[in-house]
Structures are given as C-alpha cells and as structure tokens.
C-alpha cells in the first residue's frame, strides 16, 4: 500500500513533464489498488475459513472425547454381564449351560460357557 502512494507521489512529481505518461501511470496505480483490495478481501475469506476448520476441528475433539468414555463405559460393562454370567453358570447343570450357549453363543466369543462345561 505504502509502495503504491510513493510511486503515486514520484508520478506526480513527473506529470508536469509528460500528461499521457501520467495518465498511463495513474491507470496503474487504480489497477494495482483494486488488485490490493481484492487480495484483502480473499485474505479475509480466507481467515473465516480457518477459523471455522478450526472451530470443527475442536468440536470433534469433543465429540471424540465424549465417544471415547462411552465406550470405555460400554467395554467395563460388557466384562461385568460376562462376570455375572459366568457367576450363573456355575450352578448350572450340562443341558442348562448348552442353552445358554445355545443363546449366546453369537455374542460371546470365546464361549467360555462353553469351556466351563466341557471342564466338568
């Protein structure tokens, strides 16, 4: 900008010498401001588009966050049931633990209801 305003100073300074060259001069000197204010505002559409990248950016840490205590909470639920459930099967009689496997057998892997009666 700076720039623009001396070689706008040092042209008027040499107008007095040549019209047509000033006239040339000042017709650079509107274009390359215009091109300045165009740069500024991409510059700006810019800025607004990293601060909203940004702006996404934090709320999937969040949300990351969030989904990552769910399944920390999902995972020591699932080692509770499969404690209780292994707790109930010990009073279970042979044909008792293979419906149970029977019913659980897609959901658990490995069956260890399976194992337990295989033991006895």
Same mark, same amino acid.
């Given at each position: 900008m700076e720039a623009a305003k001396k070689q706008s100073q040092s042209y008027k300074d040499e107008r007095s010498a040549n019209p047509d060259d000033f006239k040339a001069m000042r017709e650079e000197i509107t274009i390359s401001m215009s091109k300045v204010r165009h740069l500024k *505002? &991409?510059?700006a559409a810019k800025e607004n588009q990293a601060k909203t990248v940004e702006t996404k950016l934090e709320a999937m840490k969040k949300q990351s966050e969030v989904l990552l205590l769910q399944y920390d909470k999902?995972? !020591?639920?699932n080692r509770n049931l499969k404690n209780q459930l292994q707790d109930i *099967? &010990?009073?279970? *009689?042979?044909? !008792?633990? %293979?419906?149970v496997n029977f019913i659980f *057998? %897609?959901?658990l892997t490995p069956c260890f209801v399976c194992d337990r009666a295989s033991a006895k």
């Open positions: *505002s &991409k510059c999902a995972v !020591e639920d *099967s &010990k009073g279970l *009689s042979f044909a !008792e633990l %293979e419906i *057998s %897609e959901q």
